[in-house]
């Protein structure tokens, strides 16, 4: 459907993963309007750049966990392509966990290309990390504001 849609924010091991600084502060602030529920999006962007960020806004709340209605993930993956980003990750919020991949996350995971990202709420200060998956799990990669 999309041919050209998914990113490859990994393609040099050595590239560091960038993420706007606008964009996390707008993930923090939905993210923290979703408590005490999970909340998520997609990331997109360039190479391994982000610069946009498109919510889930059908997904079930639920607390230990989160999906995308399938209706949603088309029509948002046509509105990223519509608008010429790259699907380069994916967000979502651990209300009262640190940001560390589940279980859960780990055996649902179906885009390892993609990068994959926790922003946790359970310590004073909200926490972003992102991960790869690499070799059969979730490996902790740095990223800098951009």
């Known amino acids: 459907m999309f041919p050209d ?65 399938g209706r949603e993930l088309i029509a948002t993956l046509s509105r990223m ?14 209300p009262a966990a640190p940001p560390v991949p589940s279980s859960l996350d780990q055996t649902h995971w179906h885009y390892p290309q993609l990068s994959f990202w926790i922003l946790s709420f359970s310590g004073e200060q909200p926490e972003l990390r992102a991960y790869q998956w690499h070799s059969g799990r979730f490996q902790l990669r740095p990223f800098e504001l951009c």
């Not at 590239?15 to 602030?29: H, N």
């Not at 806004?57 to 966990?65: G, I, L, S, Y």
């Not at 608008?83 to 380069?88: D, M, P, S, T, V």
Request: one cysteine or more; hydrophobic letters at 40%; aromatic letters at 8%.
């Open 5 to 69: 849609i998914l990113g490859e924010p990994f393609a040099n091991k050595h590239t560091k993963l960038q993420i706007a600084g606008k964009v996390v502060k707008r993930l923090i602030a939905e993210g923290r309007e979703a408590l005490p529920d999970e909340y998520t999006a997609l990331l997109a962007g360039c190479g391994s750049r982000i610069i946009r960020h498109y919510p889930a806004v059908r997904a079930p709340r639920m607390r230990h966990a989160f999906q995308w209605d």
């Open 81 to 94: 392509h519509k608008e010429g980003h790259r699907w380069l990750g994916v967000l979502h919020t651990h």
